[in-house]
């Protein structure tokens, strides 16, 4: 009987402390972006294409998160040279979730944020690539909390992290 207390208060805490979701990534990048020392993207904000209006404003976090990792990386257009590359994107599915729903039963209070990002040629328009990713907080407790300010951050991580492998400089 001791033995199933202490399983149940570790099930317990753990619940407590973590949270967890899944991750949904796809890239049809080439395998290079060719980019050469001094040139850059055009980021253009996303676009709420979810029809909700959003509390708290998930397109806008994404915007200034994303243009910060590009403006890192020196790769942000602000100069009066053109880009090469624009980088448009489109929020299409986001849901704020809740911790403690989360807490309760796993998947209820999920939160999700689910973008797509086209690279077009900034000269003709054409498409170089697209990529999406969908980021989900389904489990989870008290470390789960603000997953609706973070998640927006780690799909903008992620599709960074694809730009970066892909560049040839």
Sequence with gaps: MEKWIRAAGGFVFALTVAGCGATNFESKLPDRLSLHPGQTIEF??????????????????????????????????????????????????????????????????????????????????????????RQTVSFGGAYSIGADLYICKRVADELMRDIDKKLDR
């Excluded at 996303?46 to 990792?69: R, W």
């Excluded at 990386?73 to 849901?95: D, F, G, I, M, W």
Aim: glycine share 8%; charged share 20%.
């Design 44 to 133: 253009l904000p996303a676009e709420n294409v979810t029809g909700k209006t959003l509390d708290p404003p998930a397109d806008q976090i994404f915007n200034e998160y994303m243009a910060g990792l590009l403006r890192d990386r020196k790769l942000l257009n602000v100069s009066p040279e053109p880009a090469v590359l624009v980088l448009k994107t489109k929020l299409v599915e986001y849901e704020p979730g809740n911790a403690f729903g989360r807490w309760l039963v796993p998947g209820l209070g999920t939160t999700v944020c689910t973008m797509h990002a086209e690279i077009l040629d900034k000269n003709n328009g054409a498409l170089v690539g697209r990529m999406e990713s």
